[in-house]
């Protein structure tokens, strides 16, 4: 739960940093790609490291690129041009739903109680967070979209959660830095870089009336918002289970509202206030949900220790607690 929550809380602070570079000229796209990008230049060393795991998991790698990095936000964004915010969020957030229906029918797998009351709670509250009634519009593209945003972050957790299974399972690291470059040359082919103002980057941004370096914006951004939180996203998954770490993911919405209001000014109503304690009630419930079966404890290797090549292959699963 720890490090769901940090993952809500890094993905949640994700907009109060793009947003003044947003008006400081640069486009959301463009935001977007130097975010990914940045993410996946940092995570380089890792993916060198876990340089064996594209020939191992290859589908695996490319789903969690083009679903879990690249489309979410292309989805998402392109639905912004066409319906409002409030709309597109409440749409996008209904990917737990989407995870429980998933687990349930294709997965054959039973799905809590306590899970299933947590996704109504947590929808209906953020339906109040993000005051969907006073932007509602009836775009049919824009809403196909915003849903195609939430199958992608289906793909998310299912494909966080799939990681760690079989006795082939890919360590967390290699997916995630191989799906961040997967992810940044996706977006690169739509968000066209090279069109970028790239000055902006150099001069300062408005946060709450602080002129504020753009840099250590886009710092934030590809740390903390992308790095941090995708770390703490998919350890989560893998410790809890793709339902119950969907649900508490809505906390994102609500957190990103208290922070806008908190460091840019942005008035948070009493609607809003009600809805991020239902949602966080959804999210306390949802965590009661039974979790994941433990692994079976290994047996003491009574072997001979493995060669150099050997150990390296060994030590690419995901880590024993």
């Given at each position: 739960?720890?490090?769901?929550?940090?993952?809500?809380?890094?993905?949640?602070?994700?907009?109060?940093?793009?947003?003044?570079?947003?008006?400081?000229?640069?486009?959301?796209?463009?935001?977007?790609?130097?975010?990914?990008?940045?993410?996946?230049?940092?995570?380089?060393?890792?993916?060198?490291?876990?340089?064996?795991?594209?020939?191992?998991?290859?589908a695996l790698l490319l789903g969690f690129g083009l679903l879990a990095v690249a489309g979410v936000?292309?989805?998402?964004?392109?639905?912004?041009?066409?319906?409002?915010?409030?709309?597109?969020?409440?749409?996008?957030?209904?990917?737990?739903?989407?995870?429980?229906?998933?687990?349930?029918?294709?997965?054959?797998?039973?799905?809590s109680r306590a899970a299933a009351i947590g996704v109504v709670l947590a929808v209906g509250g953020?339906?109040?967070?993000?005051?969907?009634?006073?932007?509602?519009?009836?775009?049919?593209?824009?809403?196909?979209?915003?849903?195609?945003?939430?199958?992608?972050?289906?793909?998310?957790?299912?494909?966080?959660?799939?990681?760690?299974?079989?006795?082939?399972?890919?360590?967390?690291?290699?997916?995630?830095?191989?799906?961040?470059?997967?992810?940044?040359?996706?977006?690169?082919?739509?968000?066209?870089?090279?069109?970028?103002?790239?000055?902006?980057?150099?001069?300062?941004?408005?946060?709450?009336?602080?002129?504020?370096?753009?840099?250590?914006?886009?710092?934030?951004?590809?740390?903390?918002?992308?790095?941090?939180?995708?770390?703490?996203?998919?350890?989560?998954?893998?410790?809890?289970?793709?339902?119950?770490?969907?649900?508490?993911?809505?906390?994102?919405?609500?957190?990103?509202?208290?922070?806008?209001?908190?460091?840019?000014?942005?008035?948070?109503?009493?609607?809003?206030?009600?809805?991020?304690?239902?949602?966080?009630?959804?999210?306390?419930?949802?965590?009661?949900?039974?979790?994941?079966?433990?692994?079976?404890?290994?047996?003491?290797?009574?072997?001979?220790?493995?060669?150099?090549?050997?150990?390296?292959?060994?030590?690419?699963?995901?880590?024993?607690?």
């Amino acid at each position: 739960m720890g490090l769901a929550l940090a993952s809500a809380l890094a993905f949640g602070g994700s907009g109060v940093a793009a947003k003044p570079l947003i008006d400081a000229g640069l486009a959301p796209l463009e935001v977007t790609w130097l975010r990914v990008t940045g993410a996946a230049l940092v995570m380089l060393p890792l993916a060198w490291r876990h340089r064996r795991l594209p020939a191992r998991r290859p589908a695996l790698l490319l789903g969690f690129g083009l679903l879990a990095v690249a489309g979410v936000q292309a989805c998402f964004f392109a639905a912004l041009s066409r319906i409002p915010v409030g709309v597109a969020l409440l749409v996008e957030y209904l990917a737990p739903a989407l995870v429980l229906g998933w687990v349930r029918f294709v997965q054959r797998r039973p799905v809590s109680r306590a899970a299933a009351i947590g996704v109504v709670l947590a929808v209906g509250g953020l339906a109040c967070v993000v005051e969907v009634w006073s932007g509602l519009s009836f775009d049919a593209i824009g809403l196909l979209l915003a849903l195609g945003a939430a199958c992608c972050q289906v793909g998310y957790f299912v494909l966080s959660d799939h990681g760690s299974d079989g006795q082939d399972a890919a360590d967390p690291l290699g997916v995630i830095a191989y799906g961040l470059l997967i992810g940044a040359a996706t977006l690169t082919v739509v968000g066209r870089p090279w069109q970028m103002e790239w000055s902006v980057l150099t001069g300062r941004a408005d946060l709450a009336g602080a002129r504020v370096p753009a840099v250590l914006l886009l710092g934030w951004i590809v740390l903390v918002a992308t790095v941090v939180a995708y770390l703490t996203g998919v350890l989560s998954v893998r410790r809890l289970s793709p339902q119950v770490a969907g649900v508490v993911a809505c906390l994102e919405a609500v957190i990103a509202t208290v922070l806008a209001w908190v460091l840019l000014d942005e008035h948070l109503g009493t609607a809003q206030v009600v809805g991020g304690v239902v949602v966080l009630t959804g999210a306390l419930i949802a965590q009661t949900s039974a979790p994941k079966a433990a692994a079976a404890e290994p047996v003491a290797a009574s072997g001979p220790i493995p060669a150099d090549g050997d150990r390296e292959r060994a030590t690419e699963g995901p880590p024993v607690s």
